[in-house]
């Protein structure tokens, strides 16, 4: 049982069980420039591409935590820089995080945590989208060290009891 709170919901965590854990990371120095506009619903033409993960849930009726943890530099500032998780092919976010660069190549993180109810056994595409709110900002993906820094993908699997 965990005795953390799960984000949004109204669900008692003494009820719940992990089933899974998967923590990938990923090393690699990418860059991109596709405007991530400020929105109340992010799309998923907004920003870069950065992760794409496939992941299969243990179980067909689960509630699946998604924890990005991401390393990046902004080109322009200030800037509002904003990331995304979607699913397979979605065009709605499932959760979103945006943070302020006040400095030029600030060395920055975003992390932030989102809830996803599973109802079946099918790959899931976890796909982590980034982007500067002007058409002018450049976002470097892992940019300390020339690549040698990590972001990180956290998902957790629990079976609700």
């Known amino acids: 049982m965990i005795?953390?709170?799960i984000a949004n919901g109204n669900?008692?965590?003494?009820?719940?069980?992990?089933?899974n854990n998967v923590e990938e990371y990923f090393k690699?120095?990418?860059?991109?420039?596709?405007?991530?506009p400020k929105a109340n619903t992010p799309?998923?033409?907004?920003?870069?591409?950065?992760?794409?993960?496939?992941?299969?849930?243990?179980h067909n009726n689960s509630i699946i935590l998604i924890t990005p943890n991401l390393s990046y530099a902004s080109s322009t500032s200030p800037n509002w820089v904003s990331s995304?998780?979607?699913?397979n092919s979605n065009a709605a976010?499932?959760?979103?995080?945006?943070?302020?660069c006040a400095f030029l190549d600030q060395p920055s993180h975003l992390i932030y945590?989102?809830?996803?109810?599973?109802?079946?056994r099918d790959i899931?595409?976890?796909?982590?989208?980034?982007?500067?709110?002007?058409?002018?900002?450049?976002?470097?993906?892992?940019?300390f060290l020339a690549g040698k820094t990590t972001s990180s993908l956290l998902i957790e699997e629990f079976l609700i009891i």
Not at 113 to 120: D, G, R, V
């Open 3 to 5: 005795e953390r709170n």
């Open 11 to 19: 669900i008692r965590t003494d009820r719940l069980k992990k089933i």
């Open 28 to 36: 690699n120095l990418a860059t991109g420039s596709t405007q991530f």
């Open 43 to 58: 799309l998923n033409t907004y920003g870069d591409e950065f992760i794409s993960y496939p992941y299969t849930p243990v």
């Open 84 to 87: 995304a998780v979607f699913l």
């Open 93 to 100: 976010e499932e959760g979103s995080m945006i943070s302020y």
């Open 113 to 120: 945590t989102t809830k996803s109810i599973n109802t079946s």
């Open 124 to 143: 899931i595409t976890i796909k982590i989208r980034i982007g500067g709110n002007n058409l002018t900002t450049t976002i470097t993906f892992n940019p």
